[in-house]
Structure formats: structure tokens, C-alpha cells
């Protein structure tokens, strides 16, 4: 047995949770937001409870000295000696990681040189990884990398048509992210189809940010983010893939920089551009209810951007057993899953059970008709739950 805490730094927010591994059950889970600002949130929760502090949290190291207080203060483990190792989320691992890997001062040295890759996470990360270095010295820690599962992608997939130099000197291709959602889903997956000894598997993570990825016999072949987590299908706020001589032009039109032409890209497109309501899909679907255009018009629009990835992953694949929806949205979302099945029900035979996809249940199910040619399923992803087993796996625990 051990007690392993999974942990997702970001710029201003630090996400954990306990587990009992190999039981896999989570002891405490919780969230430090607003690191930095006046008003600080720190929310844990354990046995069915929910405790919150409002206080200035200055920066990361106050954030994890308050997370290990509690552990103790609460009665959550007796001394802080019961945690046996830390599993850390990070972004991009480049090219040098398709695996996680135990943290060492070159591993970290490597990590660093792709901040410049993603720099709204990895520095976040890593500033995470110091913290807790530092109030728990001689635990080791474990990096669990969003790139490392989509490092099976071969060139054809990974290279952009661009100068092949780009790619030698500047490392410009696709990476992917939601690496460790697109693994854990499509492993449950697998187990759900019998564990047969072939598989091709269609995984559309719908969250927030959203992708998909066309995994064949658990390895990734395929994924719709790119060189960043701009690229591939509509999402909340971004855009997914444009035409790039959009930027050019509308840089003119509004007489603005790049940076802010990818700001509008990044925060402002998406369901949110599109509907000009919000770029939550509860409050789209809401304004679909009431008969509201530009909202019809945004679910119309995402569903066909996922179902066009569908199509063209079941070609590259050569077929599908199962397609799984699973993120905020692809397990929640009943009329935008029935939207994508819609577009693409009579070119693969795929048969929804219009009544399954409506039910609320919790857990992994399929939501196809028996004589459905694809199964479709919804998985509900756990990426902390993979941070956790990697880390027991590499430091053998
Ligand atoms: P992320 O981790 O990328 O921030 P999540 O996976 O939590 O995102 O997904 C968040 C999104 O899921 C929300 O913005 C919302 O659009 C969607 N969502 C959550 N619950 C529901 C629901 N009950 N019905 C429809 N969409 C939902």
C-alpha cells in the first residue's frame, strides 16, 4: 500500500489528490486557487466533507505548506512521512519523454528547455515540482507528461508542410495534449470491448479545451491538437484550426498585433465567438432550447468539427470498435453527442439508443443499439487517477 498525491500546478492554481495505491481510492482531493492575488481559495475535501479557507495565498510554496497542514491539522494522515511519492502533471515533455519518467535535476534541466513550447504550463509545473521539493525533501517525485502519449504518432501525422528545417531547428510539429485522459479512456476502452487482441479506438475528450485521438491497439496514432493546444476541433473559447492567412488579414482590419489575433484565437472564438452567449455548452444548450439562432448555429458547427475528425481517424484507422466520449461536456452533453452521431450515422452504421444517451448515469457505459457497427461509449475520464499509477509503476511502490 501506498499514499501517492497527484498533482496539476497551473499559473495560478494547484489541484491534488490522495491516493491509496493500489486500491486506487482517493483519500483527499482539493484545489488551491487564486495563488497570487489578495484573495486566495484553498477547498479540500474528505469523508463526504468540504471544507473552505478564503486567504492571501502568495505564491506556490504558501499554497503547498497550507495543502500539507491540512493533511496533518485535518486527521488526514498522521505525519506527513505516509506520503510516499508525488506524481506531477506536466504539459510538454518535447520529443525527449513518450513515457513518464522519475524527476531528477537533468530531467528537469530537459523540461525546461519546452517552456518555451508551452509557456502558460510548464513553468507553472515546474514552479509546483520546487515547491513541494522543498517542504518534502526526501520524497520523490514523477512527471507525467500530456505529450507522452501522442509521441507514438509517426512523421506523416506529426510533421506540419512546412520547411523540413522548422522542424530540425525550431521543433515545430504536432505534439497533441490531454495525452494522459486520451491513455486512461482508451484503456477503459479496451477492457470494455473484452480486451480483444486488436483495437481501434476514437476518443473525442470534449471538456473546456477539447481533442480527439485515434488510438489502434492502445497506441496513439493520431490526435487533433497540434504544435499547441490551439489546433484541431471548435472548443469553448478557441478556435481550433483556422485558414493561417486569417491572421495576416485581420491584423490589417483591426489594426492589431499577432499576439493579439491568437488572444482572440485563444479566448474569444469557439462556442463563446460563435454563439456570442457563453462559452459554456449548458448555457448553449439552453439558448438552443429556446429557439436562439447563433446558439443552433454553434452546436450545428461543433458537432460537425468533431464528426469530421471522426471520419477522417476511421479512415486512418481502417474501421472503429468503439467511439468514447468522455470531458465535461462529452459526458454530459446528450443532443451535442447525437448531433456528432447524426452527421456520421449512415456512413459508419452507427445506431444511438436515443434513450441511453439521455440517461444520467454515472460511469463507463455504451450508449449504442446492439446491432450498431461501432459501440459508442462514454467513459468518464480520470487523469489524476494515471498521474497516480505511473508514479507507483516507475518508482515500483
Ligand atoms: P476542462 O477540464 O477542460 O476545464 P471540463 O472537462 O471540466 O473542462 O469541461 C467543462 C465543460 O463541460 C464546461 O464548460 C461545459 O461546457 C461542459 N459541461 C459540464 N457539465 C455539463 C452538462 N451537464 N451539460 C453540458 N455540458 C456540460
Do not use: W
Not at 487564486?34 to 479557507?53: A, P, R, S, W
Not at 535535476?105 to 517552456?115: A, S
Not at 452546436?299 to 468514447?324: F, M, N, P, T, W
Not at 444520467?360 to 489524476?384: A, C
Amino acid at each position: 500500500m501506498a499514499k501517492v498525491l497527484a498533482v496539476n500546478a497551473g499559473s495560478s492554481s494547484l489541484k491534488f489528490q490522495l491516493f491509496d495505491m493500489p486500491s486506487e481510492e482517493v483519500i483527499t482531493s482539493g484545489l488551491v486557487e487564486k495563488i497570487g492575488l489578495d484573495e486566495g481559495i484553498f477547498t479540500i475535501k474528505y469523508n463526504d466533507q468540504k471544507k473552505v479557507l478564503n486567504q492571501e495565498i502568495k505564491d506556490h510554496q504558501v499554497a503547498v505548506e497550507l495543502l500539507l497542514n491540512a493533511l496533518v491539522n485535518e486527521g488526514i494522515v498522521e505525519s506527513l512521512e505516509e506520503i510516499d511519492a508525488i506524481g506531477h502533471r506536466m504539459v510538454h515533455g518535447g520529443e525527449a519523454y513518450s513515457e513518464s519518467v522519475i524527476v531528477s535535476e537533468e530531467v528537469v534541466e530537459t523540461v525546461t528547455q519546452f517552456n518555451e513550447l508551452a509557456p502558460l504550463h510548464n513553468p507553472a509545473n515546474l514552479i509546483g515540482l520546487r515547491a513541494f521539493q522543498k517542504a518534502l525533501p526526501n520524497v520523490q517525485n514523477v512527471f507525467v507528461f500530456d505529450t507522452a502519449f501522442h509521441q507514438t504518432m509517426k512523421e506523416e501525422n506529426y510533421l506540419y508542410a512546412l520547411p523540413y528545417e522548422y522542424y530540425t531547428d525550431y521543433k515545430v510539429r504536432k505534439y497533441g495534449f490531454h495525452g494522459q485522459s486520451h491513455q486512461y479512456v482508451s484503456i477503459e476502452a479496451i477492457k470494455m470491448l473484452g480486451n480483444p487482441d486488436t483495437s481501434k479506438v476514437i476518443v473525442c475528450h470534449l471538456g473546456n479545451g477539447a481533442s480527439i485521438s485515434a488510438v489502434k491497439d492502445g497506441k496513439c496514432v493520431d490526435t487533433s491538437m497540434g504544435f499547441t493546444p490551439l489546433e484541431g476541433i471548435m472548443m469553448g473559447t478557441r478556435s481550433g484550426e483556422v485558414d493561417p492567412s486569417i491572421m495576416p488579414y485581420l491584423m490589417k482590419k483591426l489594426d492589431c498585433s499577432a499576439d493579439d489575433i491568437l488572444d482572440i484565437y485563444n479566448k474569444k472564438s469557439g462556442m463563446l465567438g460563435v454563439s456570442g452567449i457563453s462559452s459554456d455548452a449548458r448555457d448553449i444548450e439552453a439558448a438552443y432550447n429556446q429557439g436562439d439562432k447563433r446558439a443552433i448555429l454553434t452546436s450545428k458547427l461543433y458537432a460537425r468539427r468533431v464528426s469530421k475528425y471522426i471520419s477522417q481517424y476511421y479512415g486512418e484507422l481502417g474501421g472503429c470498435d468503439a467511439l468514447v466520449f468522455t470531458a465535461g461536456l462529452g459526458e454530459n452533453s446528450a443532443y451535442l453527442r447525437k448531433m456528432i452521431i447524426d452527421d456520421i450515422k449512415e456512413a459508419f452504421d452507427i445506431v444511438l439508443d436515443e434513450d441511453l444517451n439521455k440517461k444520467r448515469e454515472s460511469g463507463n457505459r455504451v450508449i449504442s443499439k446492439e446491432e450498431s457497427k461501432i459501440k459508442v461509449m462514454i467513459i468518464p475520464t480520470n487523469e489524476e487517477v494515471m498521474i497516480a499509477r505511473d508514479t507507483v509503476r516507475l518508482l515500483k511502490l
